[in-house]
């Protein structure tokens, strides 16, 4: 399987330009150069900067270079530390992962919406593509439903193309339906060109990954799970994870991972226990990755409750 180098071992700041209020207070101080700073002294060789197209777009579809003074402040402070960069599109018109906290809608029947995601990308390649092979780009956060799938794989192959025009050296991630599902990356389409890789999230199992867990109706928030009634061996994953490295092989591509990790109502002790087991597969496979999140959002791998096994988590991050 190709190895990507340069992305192997990333964190996400997560809840900066993307899942939060979008107010300018927040957006100027949730995130600063300090923070790039603490992840590249984890031993970090990446960030994945999720941002939502209302960040960069104004409402009638321009773009907004204050918007954009964000991503450049997240590209010049990774330089700046020696990091990588993901620019990961959360959110765009019509379309988003969060059914329970967004509105959007459409996407996937949409010309319009489309059209407006392919001009995004191009702004984003005019702006970001000369960064290569220090930056990549993420076309589009966890499509949702198995429907989509077919609309997916023929937008993601327009948009790389007017990508590549811009940018023909640039990495880009695509994923599959099922939130980026690690069995669902079978059904994507062989990569457009050599710099295509393919990528996946991965909370499982999510009774033990997401337990208390307020949002989503598929876990019961008053139940706990230990680690040891939910995986206990790296078998686990390497099942998991199987379809999607027989994928990458068959078609000579990569497989990247931009999301995992454990929420803060499972114990410190749990989590290493978790992050540990995952984690041989991704090294004994090359798979690079992205933990779940630097602070905040229910993950915080800085926040002070994990101040006892941080650094047992950064050696396996």
Not at 26 to 39: S, Y
Not at 81 to 105: M, P, Q
Request: charged share 25%; hydrophobic share 35%.
């Amino acid at each position: 399987m190709k190895k990507i180098n340069g992305f192997n071992k990333g964190v996400n700041l997560g809840g900066w330009l993307s899942q939060c209020n979008y107010e300018k207070e927040h957006l100027d101080t949730f995130v600063c150069e300090n923070d790039f700073e603490v992840i590249a002294s984890w031993g970090a060789d990446h960030v994945r900067v999720p941002f939502d197209y209302n960040i960069i777009e104004n409402s009638d579809g321009s773009f907004s270079d204050e918007g954009f003074a964000y991503l450049d402040k997240a590209v010049s402070c990774a330089k700046k530390n020696g990091l990588n960069i993901i620019l990961d599109l959360h959110k765009t018109a019509g379309f988003s992962f969060d059914y329970y906290g967004e509105s959007e809608s459409g996407f996937f029947d949409s010309a319009e919406y489309q059209e407006r995601f392919y001009r995004l990308w191009e702004e984003v390649a005019r702006r970001y593509g000369s960064l290569a092979p220090n930056a990549a780009f993420e076309l589009l956060n966890e499509v949702t439903d198995a429907e989509f799938i077919d609309k997916w794989n023929m937008i993601a192959k327009e948009c790389i193309k007017r990508i590549r025009k811009i940018a023909p050296d640039i990495l880009i991630l695509v994923g599959s339906y099922h939130n980026n599902s690690a069995d669902t990356v079978q059904f994507l389409d062989e990569p457009f060109d050599s710099n295509v890789i393919y990528n996946m999230h991965c909370y499982e199992p999510l009774k033990f990954t997401h337990q208390g867990a307020y949002w989503t109706t598929a876990i019961d928030p008053k139940e706990r799970i230990p680690f040891e009634n939910s995986v206990t061996s790296p078998e686990y994953f390497e099942e998991l994870f199987s379809t999607a490295i027989a994928k990458a092989e068959e078609n000579g591509s990569g497989l990247y991972c931009g999301e995992y990790g454990c929420i803060d109502v499972v114990s410190p002790e749990d989590t290493v226990k978790w992050f540990r087991t995952i984690n041989s597969v991704f090294r004994k496979h090359g798979i690079g990755r992205a933990a779940w999140n630097y602070k905040a959002m229910d993950f915080g791998l800085s926040d002070r409750r994990l101040d006892g096994v941080r650094s047992q988590l950064i050696e396996l991050l």
